[in-house]
Structure formats: structure tokens, C-alpha cells
């Protein structure tokens, strides 16, 4: 089966202005003598290609380890939007097929939801939005499509890697680390492509 890797090498993707660079400490190392090697991880939650749970901008929601996984794996649908804007209602609006829960935008990682764009996915029914973007709000206003769509039961997937993977429908796999009480984790993000049907046996 085809598939495309949409995750963000962890070390090597920009930071999250304000966030600490991830490291990756040696703690036993063969060439030094040692019997095996064993690295220690340092990162905030929100490193490279990862998932955002309610809890992150609302203070009762479900952590990271809570969510149904339903949102994180399943049929999904790959979409372009204009690049270094805000992604409005117009952009969206007859582009998306009936029945489609899962979405991820591609604008080689330059563009933001607005507001009225995030509340026409959510009249739409989307459950799970994805980005290649650092984060699906601009800079200037994370609380503002944050809320709407965490509080709206909308899971985010940010900072994926959609540079060569075609418009179209595939399998989503990308679950996050379970980590109870996390807002937020790193996930190895997946495209499938869907298998021609078999043709019929006559």
C-alpha cells in the first residue's frame, strides 16, 4: 500500500516562537564504551508535527490520553488553500464533500484559519483539523480560533508535512503519545492511499 509521511522531523523542525529547542541528551553511548545506547528526550508538547487535546485552551477539557482515537485515524480528506493569508468561509465554502470529518490544509505551512473559516468547519462537522502550518491560528490570535474549535470538540493536528502529497482522499494514522494530563503531544503522522476496488470475479 502507498503511503506518504506527513510528520516533521522532530530535532530539526522550527520551534514555536517562545518555545525551547527540543534535545536529545546521550545518556549511554556505544562508542564510548558503553554496553548499549539510550538517549533522554527534552521537548515541549507541541515540538514539530503534533496534536493539540481540548485541555490546551480549555480548562476542563479531556488530555491528550483521553481523546478517542476516532479522531486521529480514519478517512481523511487533503485540501489546498491560498498560501500567506488567513483561510476564510469563501476559501472553504462548496469545496468540501458531504460527510467529510477529517481535514487537513496544505498552503506550504504560510497560512492561518480566520475566524469565520474556523466557524464554517465546525458548522460543517469537522472533528479533526489538521495543518502544515506551526499552528492553526495566526500568531496574533491563538485563543480566538483555539477556543472555538477545542471547545467545539475539534482535535488539531499542526505542523505536518504536506509539500508533496496531491489533494485528495487517503487514510489518516496519527496518533498521539498517550500522556495523562498532556494538552498536547507529538504524533508520527501517515497517509494511506486508498487501493483500487478489485475488479469483480466474474
Known amino acids: 500500500m502507498k503511503y506518504y509521511d506527513i510528520t516533521r522531523e522532530l530535532l530539526s523542525s522550527p520551534v514555536y516562537p517562545g518555545d525551547r529547542e ?3 541528551e546521550t545518556v549511554f553511548d556505544m562508542h564510548r564504551g558503553a554496553d548499549f545506547n539510550l538517549h ?3 521537548c515541549s508538547l507541541h515540538a514539530g508535527t503534533h496534536c493539540d487535546a481540548f485541555l490546551h485552551f480549555c480548562r476542563d477539557g479531556s488530555d491528550i490520553a483521553s481523546i478517542p482515537l476516532e479522531h486521529f485515524i480514519g478517512p481523511c480528506l487533503v485540501l489546498s488553500v491560498p498560501e500567506n493569508r488567513l483561510v476564510t468561509e469563501d476559501d472553504l465554502r462548496n469545496r468540501l464533500p458531504e460527510g467529510t470529518t477529517r481535514l487537513l490544509l496544505k498552503s506550504g505551512g504560510t497560512s492561518f484559519l480566520a475566524l469565520s473559516g474556523a466557524a464554517f468547519l465546525l458548522r460543517r462537522g469537522i472533528f479533526t483539523l489538521g495543518t502544515d502550518a506551526s499552528s492553526v491560528a495566526p500568531p496574533d490570535n491563538e485563543a480566538g480560533i483555539h477556543i472555538p474549535l477545542l471547545t467545539g470538540g475539534v482535535a488539531l493536528i499542526e505542523s505536518l508535512w504536506l509539500e508533496e502529497v496531491p489533494d485528495g482522499n487517503y487514510f489518516l494514522s496519527a496518533a498521539p503519545l498517550k500522556i495523562r494530563g498532556a494538552e498536547g503531544a507529538p504524533c ?3 497517509l494511506f492511499v486508498p487501493e483500487e ?3 469483480e470475479i466474474p
Open 197 to 199: 476496488e478489485p475488479p
Open 40 to 42: 533522554s528526550l527534552s
Open 22 to 24: 527540543p534535545e536529545l
Open 188 to 190: 508520527r503522522a501517515v
